[in-house]
Structure formats: C-alpha cells, structure tokens
C-alpha cells in the first residue's frame, strides 16, 4: 500500500489554505506540483554550480556540464533509449514537435502527406499545418468516434507511401484516451513513414519503453512530470536526427563556423542552439529519480483508482456528461454540469479551494466534435487522495444547487 500522505508532505505548495479552505489541486494535466527534492535541485545549482555548460575551462562550469549530461543519461535510462545523444533538451513538448516540423519544411514536398489525429493537442496540429502551407504537402487525420478513440480501422485507408509523418499524441489531454500507438508505428512503418508521439500526458503516468515502442520522435515536458517548467525532452533515433535541418543555429550546435558558411554539430546539440534551461535540465532528473522512488506503475495504479472513484461519483451526482468514455483511459474526466457554463463551475469551485481547468484544453477540434464550448476538467496526480475526491464531489453538489 501507498501511504499518500508520506508523498504529499514532499509537496509543500499543498500545504496551504485558498478561501479559508485546503487546496485540492485537480489540474495535474496543465501542469503537475513539483516535489521538495526538485526545487531543492534548482536552488543547489544557483547556490553551489551556476555557470554555462559546455564552455569553460572552470571548474564550476564542469562540474555545471557534468550535471546536466548525467541528467540526460538518466532520462536517457528512464525511457529506455539507446544512446544519451538521442535525448535533447528542449523548453517543452510544443518546442518539440516545432523542432521537428521545422525540420521537415526541408524535406516535405507537394504530394506527401503528413497525418495527426482528431485528438491532438493545438500544438500537435499547428506546427503541421505551418509545414504543409509552407511546402504544398497535405495535412489528413486520423478520425474519432464519440467515445474519443481513434478509428483505427480507418488508419490502412489513410496510410499511404505519400505519409512522410504521422504525429499523434500518447493520452488524450482533454478525454484521457490512451491511444494504440505501438499499432500506429507499426502500421506507419510498413509504408516507411516516420512517427512522433506526444508524450506529454503519458510520460508523468505510465512506464515509456522506447525501444520497444520504437517511434522515430517522441517528446514531453518537464512540468507535466513533477519537473521544472521551461524544461522538456526530444528523443529522435540518431541516424534521422544528424541528418535534419536544425531549428535555431547559435553557439553550441555548430561544427565549423565562417562568415560564409558552417557546418552542423551532431545530435544532441546540433538542435541545443545557445544557453539551455541549464537548472531545470537537471531538476528533470530529479523529477524523473521522484517518479522512480514511488514506481511508475504504483502512480498509475493509484491514478486509474482515484479516475475509477471519481467517474463512479460523478456519474452518481446526476446531470453530469462525460466527454471521453474509452475503456482505456488515464487520470482524466472532462465533464460539463447539464445547463451550466463550465467556466461558472470551475469559477465556484476555485472558490471552494479546489484548482480545475475549463475551457477547450487547447483542443477545439475535439470541442467541435461534440458540440461543445468547454469542459471541466480534472486531473490526478500521486498526491491526490480519496478523500479529496469526496471533497470535491461535495462541492459539485453546491455548484449543482447554485447553478440549478
Ligand atoms: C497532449 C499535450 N500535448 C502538448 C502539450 C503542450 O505542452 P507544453 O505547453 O508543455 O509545451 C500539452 C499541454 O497541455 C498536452 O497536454
């Protein structure tokens, strides 16, 4: 058995009154609360090593250097990756996925095809529509059906030796959906097309095996993951990232420079143009040895009890609609009270103490799909309790009888 309580007091930001209450904090998905060992990794930099990597002869600025890339050997580890050059530190899933799509304007052409998902987060859709528009190529889309699953079947019709890319995203960030991706890269293989996954709601609540997955990009952030914000990760497979164009050219991601010309490094810091997120990168792994301490498969399993418990008591409440109903679902309920604006909830709720999101969680063509303006919607964490459920479920009741 997990004792919750002995995580939450790694927490100190939980430990505090809103509105005279105890703060619930239900918004995991937009980002998750950060434990004392990490902040702690931060203010140990700036007390003990701050100086630029990479750079100097110094010993502070080695010894900066050494921490962050045995950070990126442990995440390397963590998701098992191949090799740490495949791990690059970026600011976070939607620098990511730029950093890819940017690339492929130098390699798409009219007639390719790019496919996402009818799931995906804006930032998963808008960086692929910029690379078509700039290139001619054609932007197409896996489909959804109303329990938000990702119409598979439809996938052998869409899949072509035109696909370039295919870019869906790991968990739904607005319905919870865990989609089939290992089908996915398999499927997108066969036609030699390449894969990213957006990791962002996964990496935080699931064990990520790369190698057994085997996608060509996947990318997260930091902030989701107990970690810093400003902070996220690109793994690419080695050989296709030494050959894309880079992002952002600047000191560190360079070979040879003149005033002509220059040559590329090789990845990683062929795509870490400038001064990184130095802190941060290292208190990404502390974040990633937190996740470890616990076990990712007890936060999943703690997680998928609290979405269990939560649903049932939603469902009992009455007047409650669902939105995201697959059976293989994370720590995810987007749901709207019948005949109330999601965003007069979330507003009562705050004033109870207890932290949601409303609106379109950066998804509207998911809002589209079903008719909607927004949801409400929670997230869970490790720290989140039963108990905090009751609560919350308690002020539904009141929100109920004032919006009613
Ligand atoms: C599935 C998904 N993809 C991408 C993002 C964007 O992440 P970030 O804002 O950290 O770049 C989010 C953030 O909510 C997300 O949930």
Redesign the pocket.
Same mark, same amino acid.
Do not use: M
């Given at each position: 058995m997990l004792d919750i309580n002995s995580i939450r007091v790694q927490f100190p930001i939980l430990n505090q009154k809103l509105y005279k209450r105890d703060l619930i904090y239900l918004d995991n !998905?937009?980002t998750s609360q950060t434990p004392q060992v990490v902040v702690d990794a931060i203010a140990n930099y700036y007390q003990t090593i701050n100086s630029n990597v990479h750079r100097g002869i110094h010993t502070l600025s080695q010894r900066a250097t050494i921490a962050m890339e045995d950070a990126r050997v442990k995440i390397q580890k963590h998701l098992n990756v191949r090799s740490e050059k495949e791990i690059i530190f970026t600011? +976070?899933?939607?620098? +990511?996925?730029n950093i890819i799509a940017h690339a492929m304007r130098f390699i798409l052409k009219k007639g390719d095809e790019v496919i996402i998902s009818a799931l995906? /987060?804006h930032? #998963?859709i808008i960086p692929w529509q910029m690379a078509c528009e700039i290139t001619g190529a054609t932007l197409k889309h896996i489909p959804m059906n109303n329990k938000g699953e990702l119409i598979l079947e439809s996938l052998d019709s869409i899949l072509s030796t035109n696909t370039k890319i295919v870019a869906v #995203?790991h968990?739904? #960030?607005t319905l919870g959906t865990i989609n089939p991706i290992k089908e996915i890269i398999d499927k997108a293989h066969e036609y030699g097309a390449w894969v990213l996954i957006?990791g962002?709601?996964s990496v935080p609540h699931m064990k990520i095996d790369i190698q057994e997955l085997n996608p060509d990009f996947f990318v997260f952030?930091g /902030?989701?993951a107990y970690g810093p914000t400003g902070v !996220?990760i690109l793994y690419g497979k080695e050989n296709i990232l030494n050959t894309l164009h880079p992002y952002q050219g600047g000191g560190e991601m360079i070979k040879e420079v003149s005033l002509e010309k220059s040559s590329y490094a090789e990845t990683p810091f062929r795509f870490e143009a400038g001064t990184p997120n130095i802190e941060a990168n290292i208190a990404l792994a502390y974040a990633i040895d937190f996740i470890n301490d616990i076990g990712i498969d007890n936060i999943s399993k703690h997680e998928n009890d609290l979405l269990d418990y939560a649903t049932e008591q939603l469902i009992k409440l009455g007047d409650i609609e669902i939105y995201g109903n697959s059976e293989n679902k994370a720590g995810v309920i987007s749901f709207n009270l019948k005949g109330a604006h999601n965003s007069d909830v979330g507003s009562i709720l705050d004033k109870l103490g207890i932290a949601v999101r409303t609106g379109q /969680?950066?998804t509207q063509p998911i809002m589209s799909f079903f008719g909607i303006k927004g949801t409400v919607r929670i997230t869970f964490a490790i720290y989140n309790t039963f108990e905090e459920i009751d609560i919350f479920i308690n002020a539904m009741k009141r929100v109920k009888t004032m919006l009613k």
């Open positions: !998905g937009a600011k +976070g899933t939607t620098d +990511g996925i995906e /987060h930032s #998963n #995203n968990v739904s #960030n957006d962002a709601q952030s /902030h989701k !996220g /969680h950066c």
